[in-house]
């Protein structure tokens, strides 16, 4: 009995790599640092036909072009972009990050953020520019110990007199 449909894309790796990365994103550290250095410089800049809108409606946070004002706009109340701005809370990991996972220094915990969408053409205009706001969160207590086994401090004999002591 023939097969109910035929695999013709059996060895197509080729294709696919090209297809996955044809819809690539850029990453959270460079859209990060576009948003420290050069904001102002994505959100005003020159006309260009190649690109959607002539390159004037620029979504920072996602890095995607839009044809117009409102699809900007649309684009800012989908998940697609508060998940992107979620991810933007915390501080990108940096090369300095994985020395210290690697016992090269010790470790800090990343920051928290506070995001604001970028400011619409008119707002810009009128003065607004896209913040990035570093929280400064308490530190949290260290962990109390709660094992009620005594820790060994090298005198095991005294330990295991007190454990063979009956309990009263």
Same mark, same amino acid.
């Given at each position: 009995?023939?097969? $109910?449909? &035929?695999?013709?894309?059996?060895?197509?790796?080729?294709?696919?790599?090209?297809?996955?990365?044809?819809? +690539?994103?850029?990453?959270?550290?460079?859209?990060?640092?576009?948003?420290?250095? #050069?904001?102002?410089? =994505? =959100?005003?800049?020159? !006309?260009?036909?190649?690109? @959607?809108?002539?390159?004037?409606?620029?979504?920072?946070?996602? $890095?995607?072009?839009?044809?117009?004002?409102?699809? =900007?706009?649309?684009?800012?109340?989908?998940? !697609?972009?508060?998940?992107?701005?979620? #991810?933007?809370? /915390?501080?990108?990991?940096?090369?300095?990050?994985?020395? &210290?996972? $690697?016992?090269?220094?010790?470790? /800090?915990? @990343?920051?928290?953020?506070?995001?604001?969408?970028? @400011?619409?053409?008119?707002?810009? $205009?009128?003065?607004? +520019? !896209?913040? /990035?706001? /570093?929280?400064?969160?308490?530190? &949290?207590?260290?962990?109390?110990?709660?094992?009620?086994? @005594?820790?060994?401090?090298?005198?095991?004999?005294?330990?295991?007199?007190?454990?063979? &002591?009956?309990?009263?």
């Amino acid at each position: 009995m023939p097969y $109910a449909r &035929k695999k013709m894309h059996d060895g197509d790796t080729h294709l696919r790599r090209r297809w996955r990365l044809r819809s +690539r994103t850029r990453d959270m550290d460079l859209i990060d640092e576009d948003l420290k250095k #050069n904001s102002d410089a =994505l =959100l005003n800049q020159e !006309v260009d036909l190649e690109k @959607p809108g002539f390159g004037q409606f620029y979504c920072i946070h996602c $890095a995607q072009y839009y044809i117009n004002e409102r699809a =900007l706009q649309d684009h800012f109340r989908t998940k !697609v972009h508060k998940r992107r701005m979620k #991810n933007l809370e /915390v501080e990108p990991y940096t090369l300095e990050d994985s020395l &210290k996972a $690697a016992g090269q220094g010790s470790f /800090v915990q @990343p920051q928290k953020r506070k995001m604001e969408t970028q @400011p619409s053409k008119q707002e810009y $205009a009128a003065g607004k +520019r !896209v913040k /990035v706001d /570093v929280v400064i969160e308490e530190d &949290k207590p260290a962990k109390q110990n709660l094992s009620k086994v @005594p820790k060994y401090d090298g005198q095991f004999a005294r330990i295991m007199e007190d454990l063979k &002591k009956p309990a009263e």
